[in-house]
């Protein structure tokens, strides 16, 4: 089909040899000759090496392009370094509680230059935290500057040169100036305008939706809207210039202008709102395709909508070639060219059975899914089954959201107060689409895990799927196309493929089949999973950015018999509400003392009262039973109240858990001084108390309960957890030692001939 306009041959020529920038000159001969090769026998030879030509070109071009973005002028100074640096973006979550935000440097000699400002967790001990400082506020910072190793792909991404540790970080008064200073003001405003008079869950929402900030959504609503197939809206693409563009037309409209003053103004809405949104891959593509849509309107021609996304593709990929690594710069232009392709014939097909709108609805996700499906399996492990459904009932509410949102922001502007009404009529549309997005969440296939030779069908079944569209409209067109029984019965048969590779390898973790005890790599924190057969408790969730959600449902987890909050302390009960939002729970055992309950259990026994779960402190003698799990609380005892501000280790839960033959204890934080008193026994099992701590008493503990195996659930930090004298006296005494932070995921379970099996799973 390309072949047939040489000036989109020679764009998309372009884009590949942009794309594939900085290979060796060989792969880069190689690219030319197969893209020549790829527009068929009867293509004209003229095109042919037209096409090769703007392949080459393009790759010595991004090549140049490369090296321009990587010359830097921080190898010069010093490793222990202290800069100046204007925040360019706002903080990201990373593993382990680590954020990182991007900077551009400030005066000196690498005045300009990009960095990427890297903080250690919030709870690290004298560890530096993020002042109030907005997106173009400077901030001083003191801490290690070291160059991009090969996990920093996406700081590379943002023409990062090197990743700054901070030490010492503190607020400025000094503001960057400038247009980016105006737009940072504008951003600012639309912000508290986007927040007026919502909660703080919809304004970050509305924030997500209008701006393409996700980064104040918490984590249990970006993994149920992972789960479902709605993240695409809270990242800034083509939907958001799409009803931009339509809004500001029609506003024009009613206000009388005519054609031309709208469509400039429409331009001018769209070329503002890139930079706004952030400026990513996606909003990047989108941009340049809508902008030459009006271009194209402007100048009376009819809009190309191969020639704007072939010519998205080389604009942003001239600007930075490595976005082409990106997920979303992927996601963005897979799922633009399925829609291209696929969404045609589908709606046409649709529309025989199914109401114009809901045959149109459902074309479009359907194509969108078909497209994104296996960059979705590559990048994030993840795949939603319900994502067509979800975002059919979806639809209705995002256009109104992103209308009255934009409407709020441009009237905020003058003062947040004029945007409480628009801020107030999309309340309800918000909650609709949380609650959306919570239910579908808890639905037993939600999404699913596909292994690698699901991952392999569906990235063959979809090339396939797209391959035979494009065919078929090349030939035929789209409409006569969906008639073609031979066509027709293929297409059915590429996605029955891709259904059967789902259901056959890809099917939602389930319950194991027997007894299985998981401690969890949720950094520095505890996580620990009981599970046999239907039957699960979660003992303690981490802080709350640990990624405990994503890892229940990898071990199948879609409901717990209970949730255990062990003592106060963030790392252990910090996520504990955010679990209580996603997944059916049948009680909550509370080991918070009252008035030192930390406000993550506060969190939590609020969500817990909200949605009517029983709550239960926990206290020694207590039995709880989940069919064949049973826990025995052998601490503390509520009889004897801690003084307060007592240490909270010294009342945390412990817990003797019986499970498949197996005896585990689980200690939480509390340590030899408190467990060595409660007159245990042998135990199979240990949970080695308080991430690996220094305890002098551990040695005669270990010679009272002779375990099989310990674990220690540790991540990165600053105390030196797991201490050295601990770590030997474990291995002296204890057959098999496991740790998170090096052995990831920890299974123990009973072994058919007696005694445990310990696998890990990293």
């Known amino acids: 089909m390309i072949a047939a306009h040489p000036r ?26 197969a893209a020549a090769l790829a527009l068929g026998p009867n293509a004209p030879r003229t095109v042919a090496a037209g096409v090769a030509v703007a392949v080459l070109a393009g790759g010595i071009a991004g090549d140049a392009r490369l090296r321009a973005l990587s010359r830097t002028e921080l190898g010069a100074l010093p490793r222990q370094a202290s800069l100046h640096v204007v925040l360019v973006g706002a903080p990201d979550r990373r593993a382990y509680g680590f954020s990182v935000a991007p900077g551009r440097v400030v005066g000196g000699p690498a005045d300009g230059e990009r960095v990427v400002l890297r903080l250690p967790p919030a709870e690290w001990r004298g560890g530096p935290r993020w002042p109030r400082a907005p997106v173009g506020a400077v901030v001083a910072v003191r801490g290690e500057l070291r160059p991009l190793g090969r996990f920093d792909g996406a700081e590379a991404r943002r023409h990062a040169h090197a990743v700054l540790r901070v030490r010492e970080l503190r607020a400025t008064r000094l503001r960057r100036g400038g247009a980016a200073g105006a737009l940072d003001a504008v951003r600012a405003r639309a912000e ?30 970006q993994e149920q809207m992972r789960a479902t197939g709605l993240s695409h809206l809270v990242a800034a693409s083509g939907a958001n210039i799409a009803l931009l563009a339509a809004l500001v037309l029609g506003a024009g409209a009613v206000l009388g202008l005519s054609r031309t003053p709208r469509l400039v103004l429409a331009l001018a809405a769209v070329a503002a709102y890139v930079p706004l949104a952030g400026a990513g891959p996606s909003i990047q593509r989108a941009g340049v395709m809508g902008g030459a849509a009006l271009v194209a309107a402007l100048a009376g021609r009819p809009a190309t909508r191969w020639y704007a996304l072939l010519l998205a593709a080389v604009v942003t990929l001239a600007w930075n070639p490595l976005a082409a690594a990106d997920p979303g710069w992927q996601l963005s232009f897979a799922a633009v060219l399925a ?102 969440a808890t639905l037993p296939v939600a999404a699913v895990q596909p292994g690698p030779a699901a991952r392999l069908a569906l990235v063959g079944a979809s090339v396939a799927v797209l391959l035979v569209a494009a065919t078929a409209r090349g030939r035929e067109g789209a409409a006569r196309a969906v008639r073609t029984p031979a066509r027709r019965i293929t297409a059915c048969a590429l996605a029955a493929l891709a259904l059967v590779a789902l259901v056959l390898h890809a099917r939602p973790p389930g319950p194991p089949d027997g007894a299985v005890v998981s401690f969890l790599p ?104 989940a069919g064949p799990i049973t826990l025995r609380v052998l601490w503390p005892d509520r009889d004897d109240p801690p003084v307060h501000g007592t240490e909270p280790n010294l009342t945390a839960t412990v817990l003797d858990v019986r499970i498949g033959g197996l005896r585990v204890l689980l200690p939480a934080d509390a340590e030899s001084e408190v467990t060595s008193t409660l007159g245990i026994g042998r135990v199979d099992l240990l949970k080695v108390a308080h991430h690996g701590s220094a305890d002098p008493g551990l040695p005669d503990l270990l010679r009272q309960l002779r375990p099989s195996a310990a674990v220690i659930p540790v991540g990165p930090n600053t105390y030196g957890h797991p201490r050295p004298e601990t770590v030997r006296a474990l291995r002296a005494a204890v057959p098999v030692v496991r740790r998170t932070d090096r052995d990831g995921v ?14 890990a799973a990293p």
């Not at 942009?18 to 030319?32: I, Y």
């Not at 409407?407 to 949380?434: E, H, K, M, N």
């Not at 920890?746 to 696998?759: E, H, K, N, Q, W």
Request: contains cysteine; aromatic residues 2%.
């Open 8 to 33: 989109h041959a020679v764009l998309a020529g372009v884009a590949i040899g942009l794309a594939v920038a900085g290979v060796a000159p060989a792969f880069l001969l190689c690219a030319a000759g």
């Open 339 to 440: 829609l291209l392709l696929v969404a045609p014939p589908l709606r046409s097909a649709l529309a025989a059975r199914l109401p114009h709108g809901l045959a149109d609805a459902l074309a479009v996700t359907l194509a969108a899914t078909i497209g994104t499906a296996p960059l979705l399996a590559l990048h994030f492990e993840q795949v939603s089954v319900v994502s067509p459904v979800i975002n059919v009932l979806a639809a209705p509410v995002v256009a109104p959201i992103m209308w009255l949102g934009t409407l709020g922001s441009l009237v905020g502007q003058i003062t947040p107060v004029a945007a409480r009404p628009f801020a107030l009529l999309t309340g309800p549309l918000l909650g609709y689409l949380d609650w959306l997005a919570s239910w579908g």
């Open 522 to 625: 949720i950094g520095q924190g505890d996580a620990t999973l009981l599970q046999h057969g239907r039957h699960a408790i979660l003992v303690d969730t981490g802080r709350p950015d640990s990624p405990v959600l994503k890892l229940l449902r990898d071990a199948g987890a879609r409901r717990l018999d209970a949730l255990v909050m062990t003592h106060a302390s963030a790392d252990h009960e910090g996520n504990a509400a955010a679990v209580l939002r996603a997944l059916p729970v049948g009680m909550l055992l509370d080991g918070g003392w009252p008035g030192d309950k930390t406000r993550g259990i506060l969190d939590a026994e609020r969500e817990a009262r909200r949605r009517r779960i029983p709550i239960v402190p926990t206290d020694r003698g207590q039995v709880i039973r």
């Open 746 to 759: 920890v299974r123990v379970r009973p072994a058919a001939g007696g005694g445990l099996t310990v696998g």
């Open 192 to 221: 508290r305008a986007l927040g007026e008079g919502l909660p703080g869950p919809q304004a970050a929402l509305a924030r997500g939706m209008v701006l393409g900030q996700d980064h104040a959504i918490t984590d249990d609503v």
